[in-house]
């Protein structure tokens, strides 16, 4: 199968270690998808500095096709991320160079792929409709939605996916049934310690998250995304689909960024623009999805 990761990019500036990863949903979806053994591309904007040079390079070398990925005379997609305690908090990003409108050249590109997957932190949402027309479309809303704003778009989708680590077990399936009686074909709601909750035609199956040493959880929402699209994708069933997205999920939570491929960065400069102050890193011990 053929998987389009299309949308955001970023690099996720790890303040604490002075270095910077690869980063963003559609970035992170199109490799762990590459990973998993699908034909993966990224249609999406980097700036032509170290950071964006670097997110490129790590796409050639995770096999992601990169022939629709535009390189700009810009800055790259940022986001600051500093350690409070044990907790990895976002400070603050830098997302315009990332985001672009779709052209027509792009929707027929998309007509090449099997499905197309796109989040919240780009600008493609309003133009589910038309993907649709083309290929198969998974559209992660994050977890700051509001499910009327999704709800238009969710007929057109195949599958639907939300961060809902702030919600309680009751409110996630309620979450996905109302998802699912809109017209997706697939919803997925990942909560963190608490596993996930993936919802079809069939009924609605519970996972439990992997335990696992956690160093960080970045990209592990993105990691079970890609794990369920290409289970299906795939033929498998789902509760074998649920069990391999948890088990690659897990594995991102034991390395540095969504996948590695870090460089270092002059994090103190950052800090003196920011006035932002240093912290110590630990790693975590939890159970994670």
Do not use: W
Not at 35 to 54: E, F, H, I, K, T
Not at 57 to 75: F, I, K, Y
Not at 76 to 82: K, Q, Y
Request: with cysteine; glycine share 12%; charged share 25%.
């Amino acid at each position: 199968m053929r998987v389009l990761g299309a949308g955001d990019n970023v690099a996720d500036r790890y303040l604490h270690q002075a270095m910077m990863y690869p980063g963003g949903n559609a970035v992170n979806v199109a490799v762990f998808a590459a990973r998993l053994g699908a034909r993966a591309g990224y249609l999406g904007v980097l700036g032509n500095d170290a950071a964006g040079r670097q997110i490129l390079r790590a796409l050639r070398a995770e096999h992601v096709d990169t022939t629709l990925t535009r390189v700009v005379q810009a800055p790259n997609a940022t986001a600051d991320v500093e350690l409070v305690g044990n907790d990895r908090v976002f400070l603050r990003s830098d997302r315009t160079t990332a985001l672009f409108e779709l052209e027509d050249a792009h929707l027929k590109a998309m007509g090449e792929y099997d499905i197309v997957h796109s989040g919240y932190a780009g600008t493609l949402l309003s133009r589910v409709p038309e993907m649709a027309e083309r290929a198969q479309v998974s559209f992660d809303f994050g977890s700051r939605f509001d499910p009327r704003d999704a709800e238009p778009y969710l007929p057109h989708l195949h599958l639907a996916s939300f961060s809902g680590g702030h919600l309680g077990e009751e409110e996630a399936g309620l979450l996905v049934r109302r998802v699912l009686d809109a017209g997706a074909e697939y919803a997925l709601v990942t909560r963190g310690s608490e596993g996930a909750l993936l919802g079809s035609a069939d009924g609605i199956l519970h996972q439990e998250a992997d335990r696992v040493h956690v160093r960080d959880t970045l990209g592990a929402g993105d990691a079970f995304i890609a794990g369920v699209l290409v289970g299906i994708g795939a033929g498998r069933d789902l509760r074998s689909t649920l069990v391999a997205a948890s088990a690659q999920a897990a594995q991102v939570c034991q390395v540095n960024g969504a996948f590695e491929r870090g460089i270092p960065f002059d994090a103190e400069a950052v800090r003196r623009e920011h006035g932002t102050n240093d912290n110590s890193n630990d790693d975590q011990e939890a159970v994670t999805a």
